[in-house]
């Protein structure tokens, strides 16, 4: 997509939707499905290469054809983009067009001697602010975020037709080339297993697997397979190796890959937040009120004072005077605060808006491998066949996993890891290894054989459920070695199946005497085995997940499941962190639903399991459509079009590339408590950033309708145009401090979101009670101080830049909180000193030479008096009608 319908997208708030990703991914699942199913000899036939590989011509040949093996990824643009994305607001632009009319109005067809840039250069100044604290911000961010996307050059081992096995770089891979993968590698391409032996992966960067799969090069019962990611014989690109070793062919590499159908759609898409939809609403209200004030306001001025040229002037000026003009600013300057902040909490905001967003988010939808666990292996239990916890049991499977020579796959680890082992060091002390028998696939069980210091032999196995049934003839049951009857099998199995229901990975223990002083031990002597026990593993849940949740629900987040992992292991971190599931939706089903049905499902259900990357970005799409603010937590490569399609995207810095590049946020450490804070911080940052905006707006409203009366009855203007300009200045500037305001309690229990209705109405509310005031003040002017013609126009106009400023920056502690102002909420000491600092200007500038240079006259004493009791009315009326207006609404900022 170009610069410009990037431009008109952000602003028109167009969200660009397509069916590529689905098509690509499609294709994709189409393509592995029916690698899987063919024969060695057939894949082979259909990548056009052999046993023994390719020939280095025919490789280079290849690369040409297929480019290198690379997915698309999304690179920080160049600082001249960032800096004009940083442009493309719409608070900007509403601001660039009022200084073009400032510059033709008071520069190209002003009369000569009356030109005047005063207007000119205080907007293109605080445009420039705003646009500059955004990019260098932003700017630091990507260059943080691209530092922790940094990677290092892979290299894998090729075989090639003439050159034998030899070390490439990943980048130069082909279809055809075969490849060896061992223990540690990641997988570089999408590949067909030819031979494997005792392989295990890892593919919960994919699919959200928590535990490793077994993967062969067998060609599965097409039963079986459910999905493109559910093929034992598959490879995906960006999965690791954990155990065994494996001889493949690559299939597909870069965007062919599954894992590159998903990024090369991705690259560049980013729909519009929560954040982007309420900026564009505010600009719309703003531009609303323009265009309803600034005409009448045109016409009455031309018709009373007859000079339409002024009444031109004066209706841009009340064009400004209604536009926040520091808002850009403030809100840059509180995300960026908001930003510095959460860097102090390990992390990394990529887009400033996104702690906006954060603030926002009443969803949270997480993955749970990783998030809620600990993305690793560990032994829960270790029960004999009675179903009861069996420290013998332990030891025999400690023994198994310490002494086998072999690669030990995650599941040995877990054992050797396992708080009871300490008490097992002394092992090699009492035991010494006699021989062993390397675990097999086919076979899916491994045993050793270990003498004891009074010369008792004993072969100790463990595997899979059949396969070790298959192996035993007796069971120790109840301290007594019994046969194995088909009743006591099935009493094992339903032992297996309650502890899989409750999410565990089973694997079951055995040993027999051996009485042969041999040193020679094969597959036949795994036979007549007495059964002992079950061990089960699981991947633990975080201690902090369960707190984190409740946390984040004080606070008005839902927390919802979305995970590629199986339900039962879903259902049993959810019981063990305390999070109650109100309804659990297999991804099969949600491939089912149209649009409109899935919005429906998602509000009756929080937890959603064996999930797709696909099925996951609808997820997230249906709670957004039924007008949540939904964050996602998520560091695969299957998280990453809910990643992007999420207003909030958030991820770690050791997820995936994908999943960094598609996320907002990026947290230096995988924990929801991190989220909380960041939460709070967003609600206050938003806080701050609608105290500007409400204040303001309903002050300036006050503002415009006291000229809009006064128009009509006052044979001058009340203000002239620069004086309206820099009495806006001033109370800008007042506002700077802002971001380093307090915010209520109250405000932060509760997601907050952008409301142009609230504002609306709290503008019609509040900004009439200033004009009240203004009315007495229009009143003690003309007929106190009798300021009522031409020739006394600059005491009216000073008297009234005096009382409106200072009343302005009084509703800054009226509005900023709920609460009643110096007594029950007090505001930051920034926010006293600017606040306070400019009141004193606004006071002395009247009997200053700049005050006389711009029109303003010296103020008599008396005037004073008058402006006191003014203000302690106001403030009285104010809190007043502060509290109705609560009790009405329920609601303040």
Known sequence: MGLIQKVISKLSGQEIHTDEVREAVSKASAFLIEASRAGVEEVLTRVNSSEQGLTEAEALSRLEVYGNNETAHEKAPSWFSQLIQASINPFVGILILLAVAAFITEYIFAPPGEQDLTAVIII?????????????????????????LSMIQNTTIVERQDQGRVELV??????????????????????????????SINEAALTGESLPLEKEAEVPDESTVLNALDLPNIGYMGTNVVSGTARTVVIATGSGTYFGSMSRELVGHHPPTSFDLGIRNVSMLLIRFMAIMVPIIFLISGFVQGHWFNALLFGLAVA???????????????????????ARSKTIIKRLSAIQNLGAMNVLCTDKTGTLTYDTVAMESYLNVEGLSDPMVYKYTYLNSYFQTGLRNPLDEAVLAHQQADELLSVELDYTKIGEIPFETARRRMSVIVENRNGERQLICKGALDEMLAASEHIRFKEDITPLTGELKEQVRRLAVQANSDGLRILLVAYRDIDNLSSNFGVEDEANLVLFGLIGFLDPPKETAGPAIQALNKLGVEVRIITGDNEIATRRICKEIGFTVRGLVQGSEIETVSDHELSQVVENNNVFVRTTPLQKSRIIGAIKSNGHTVGFLGDGINDAPALR?????????????????????????????????????????FGNIMKYIKMTVSSNFGNVFSVLVASIFIPFPPMLPLHLLIQNLLYDISQISIPWDHVDEEYIERPQKWNPGSIARFTLYIGPVSSIFDFTTFALLWYVYGASTGAEQSFFQSGWFVLGL????????????????????????????????????????????????????????????????????????????????IRRFKVWL
Do not use: C
């Open 320 to 342: 400004v005077g209604l536009t926040p003009e520091m808002l850009p600013t403030i809100i840059t300057a509180n995300l960026a605060k908001g930003t510095i902040e959460m």
């Open 645 to 685: 399609d999420a207003d909030v995207g958030i991820s770690v810095d050791n997820a995936v590339d994908i999943a960094k590049e598609s996320a907002e946020i990026i947290l230096l450490e995988k924990s929801l408590m991190i989220l909380e804070e960041g939460v709070s911080k967003g609600r206050h940052v």
């Open 170 to 199: 990943t980048t130069n891979l082909v279809p055809g080339d075969i490849v060896y993968l061992s223990a540690g590698a990641i997988i570089p391409a999408d590949v067909r297993i030819l031979s494997a032996n005792n392989l």
């Open 806 to 885: 200072l009343s302005q920056t009084m509703i800054v502690h009226m509005s900023r909180t709920r609460k009643i102002p110096f007594i029950e909420s007090t505001a930051a000491r920034p926010v006293l000193i600017m606040t306070g600092l400019v009141m004193l200007i606004g006071l002395v500038v009247p009997f200053t030479p700049f005050g006389h240079a711009v029109g303003f006259i010296s103020l008599p004493l008396s005037f004073f008096g008058w402006l006191v009791l003014t203000l302690l009315a106001y403030f009285i009326v104010m809190q007043i009608v502060k509290t109705l207006y």
């Open 124 to 148: 293109v100044i605080l445009v420039l602010i705003s646009v500059l604290l955004t990019f260098f911000q932003e700017y630091q961010a990507n260059r943080a975020a691209d530092q922790l």
